[in-house]
């Protein structure tokens, strides 16, 4: 989640619960690493007979994710001991689906996985919610191939979102200031209190008799409340809530139509994006809705989602929904061809100078290099956005570079990736269009020859996009990648 919508880079920080600054990457590193070695002693224990060698990693993101935040989590696995030949990344609501289209006939999900039909999977996560729409290609004993039928969209509505706003509820009724003190000098307190709202969120019933949800908190917290405003929080509560909060024994008791406000921002922007999902291209009616990753386990969030959507009747969720997403990158990590094809999020093209062409390009478009006239800022288009790229397709770009200054033909080539919601830019001045990332490609064998010439191949079938250069005179490939940070 601190990764989605942010520029990403690896001097990037992020705060801990109390607001001190680390290193993003310390952080996302050691908790690979953390996760690895357990695994790794795990079997080690049960003398199985392999060693980190024999395990190829599967690294799970949501869809949505920026090819920046992908980057950093495969710098952060690899700084976490996994090899970077050794590992890929899934994405998870396709992980989920697999799964789905996997599970045993009685289970009653796997049905909706038959050829050519659609389906869109919804991933509540804890930071994500993502929405995918699926088109079964072909369907084996053992294996299904799904393509996307349009990009993935979603945001930041997973179910952290609703602790944030018992986090907000708490500053706002105590103070930040009562909060700051209560979270430095008292952090276990403060934690334990957080993990009892995560409990009692996770068991939130929207039937059944219960009228109120308690929460324990820190007797700590009541002491720096009277210590700070000269009063109890019992009697702020009453004046400020009526009793709709309410202090008894040990606990902070809410009502229950109070307490289920903490999903209600949550609720709307999820149901809104489904339907504002159903109006874009081949998504609607999808022949069944399937609901994965823990948040979807809330019932006030799936009752709201059956409810807005009275047309769909099947709603379907896998048991033990978070776990989906792991056990179905262990079946994409095997076999990921699985997904045949994925739909462009933006349109990606690249810079390169190519001789003047002077038709529909002005003079400001153009610059001389080593005393030839170029034409410069041209968005050279290798992929639009909403176009479906099958798995393995690949684009192509020449390029063609004089070198007369002997000197420059030691240095890399610099070829900028740019990218743009419109599907057509003409050049990446265009309004829209913003630098994404560079590829270095170093001169074959030290140096360039006088008439440099080569191939720019492209594809981002997969879940990462991969590139190749290809040099005309020598002959040789090399695999370069993009760097979006
Ligand atoms: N029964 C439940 N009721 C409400 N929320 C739940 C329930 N079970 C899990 N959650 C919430 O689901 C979230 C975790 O879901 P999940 O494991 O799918 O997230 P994730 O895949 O790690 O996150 P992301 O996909 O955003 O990277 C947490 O916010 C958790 O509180
Ligand atoms: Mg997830």
């Known amino acids: 989640m601190q990764l989605h919508n942010r520029e990403i880079s690896l001097g990037m920080m992020i705060q801990d619960v109390t607001g001190k600054e680390l290193l993003a990457i310390n952080v996302f590193t050691e908790s690979i690493r953390f996760l690895k070695d357990h695994f790794l002693e795990m079997f080690t224990d049960k003398k199985l007979g392999f060693t980190i060698n024999d395990v190829f990693f599967v690294i799970t993101v949501p869809a949505i994710w920026s ?272 997904v045949t094809g994925r739909v462009c999020r933006e349109t990606l093209g690249l810079t390169l100078r190519r001789p003047y062409v002077p038709e529909g390009q002005t003079e400001k478009k153009t610059f001389k290099i080593d005393g030839q006239l170029q034409a410069d800022k041209s968005f050279q288009k290798m992929f639009s956005i909403n176009e479906i790229i099958k798995l393995g397709q690949t684009r192509t770009v020449a390029i063609q570079d004089l070198h007369t200054n002997k000197e420059l033909r030691k240095n890399p080539k610099i070829i900028e990736v740019y990218a743009s919601q419109d599907e057509d830019p003409k050049y990446i001045t265009d309004a829209g269009c913003s630098l994404r990332g560079k590829i270095t490609v170093n001169p074959p064998n030290g140096k360039w020859p006088e008439n440099a010439e080569g191939f720019i191949d492209m594809e981002t079938g997969g879940t990462e996009i991969i590139v190749r250069y290809r040099d005309k005179h020598s002959g040789q490939i090399t695999e370069e990648t993009i760097d979006f940070m």
């Open 67 to 338: 090819d920046a935040a992908k980057q950093f989590m495969r710098v952060a696995s690899e700084k976490a001991g996994i090899k970077s030949s050794q590992m890929m990344l899934a994405y998870e609501p396709e992980a989920a689906a697999l799964f789905c289209s996997l599970l045993p006939e009685d289970q009653g999900i796997a049905k909706y996985f038959q050829e050519r039909r659609r389906l869109m999977i919804v991933d509540l996560g804890g930071g994500t919610a993502d929405i995918t729409v699926v088109k079964v290609i072909k369907r084996e004993e053992k294996l299904t191939y799904i393509e996307h039928v349009y990009r993935v969209t979603g945001g930041a509505w997973g179910g952290n979102q609703v602790n944030k706003n018992f986090e907000k509820f708490l500053e706002l009724v105590f103070g930040n200031d009562v909060m700051d003190e209560f979270k430095r000098d008292y952090l276990s307190q403060y934690l334990e209190m957080m993990r009892d709202f995560e409990v009692q969120k996770k068991t939130l019933s929207t039937s059944g008799t219960k009228t109120g949800v308690g929460i324990r908190f820190g007797g700590d917290l009541r002491h720096i409340f009277k210590s700070k405003r000269g009063k109890d929080i019992k009697d702020e509560l009453q004046d400020k809530l009526q009793g709709k909060v309410r202090i008894t024994g040990d606990k902070l008791r809410f009502d229950l139509a109070i307490f289920k406000r903490f999903f209600q921002d949550c609720v709307k922007e999820i149901v809104n994006h489904i339907n504002e999902s159903f109006l874009k291209r081949g998504c609607a009616w999808p022949s069944a809705m399937i609901l994965v990753g823990g948040f979807s386990d809330a019932p006030v969030i799936r009752e709201a989602i059956v409810d807005a959507f009275p047309v769909i009747r099947d709603v379907v969720s896998p048991v033990a929904t978070s776990l989906a997403v792991l056990k179905g990158s262990v079946i994409f990590g095997h076999e990921p061809a699985i």
